[in-house]
């Protein structure tokens, strides 16, 4: 609504879902029918755009920043030769119970398993609160590596030791239980699986503008391949 039609109360309350809706142009519900269908669903079709210092604006950047890292990772390795078989996997449904990561978890089985998502960079005015509750995540510094009972610990300390040699800078972020990433349903496949999340800084999540950094896209692929490489079947994923 109009800033002028509502009250001095209404201006400080956030609009429910239930009270939110599109107006399609249509004349009467005969007309809206002809255009679209109970259960379509819509985006607010903002597009692509690179900023200043290589940072790019988009939307859903979460997680097509994260099927986009898989895939270069995949790239980069198609021309090693790794000694590991090797899976991309773009999930669908992660955001309402990680749903898609469930079912290819389960179909290929597999003895360790990288989840890609995007994470809060605490960088900017919004976060201040937020950011006395999380670890400071600045865009353009790095894949975040998590730490945590959700992360296998020595696929954590062979993601960091790649990251030095090849200086690739990395931020740190603990988190004391499940992360509510596809690195969960991965976790607690089967009888369990070595698992890491790689997150991708990402400012303003879930809203259609949201923004990373490409060169920390770079960096996620190239850490995520250069890893892969140097796992064996002999590899040994037991902690302890
Ligand atoms: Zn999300």
Known sequence: ???HMQSPEQRKQLVELKDLFIDIGAKDKADAEAMVEIGDPAVIAYGFEEMANGIA???AFDDRAGAFVVL????LLAKENPNAEVHAVATVQEEIGLRGARTAAF???PDIGIAVDVTFATDHPNMTEGTKRKSRIELGKGPVLTRGPNINAKLF???VETAKEENIPIQINATPGGTGTDANAIQINRSGVSTAL???PLRYMHSPCELISLQDLEACSKLIAKTVEKITPETNFVPF
């Open 198 to 200: 790689i997150g991708i």
């Open 107 to 109: 179909g290929i089985n």
């Open 157 to 159: 300390t062979l993601l």
């Open 72 to 75: 270069e990772a995949a790239r």
């Open 57 to 59: 604006i988009g939307r």
């Open 1 to 3: 609504m109009a800033i």
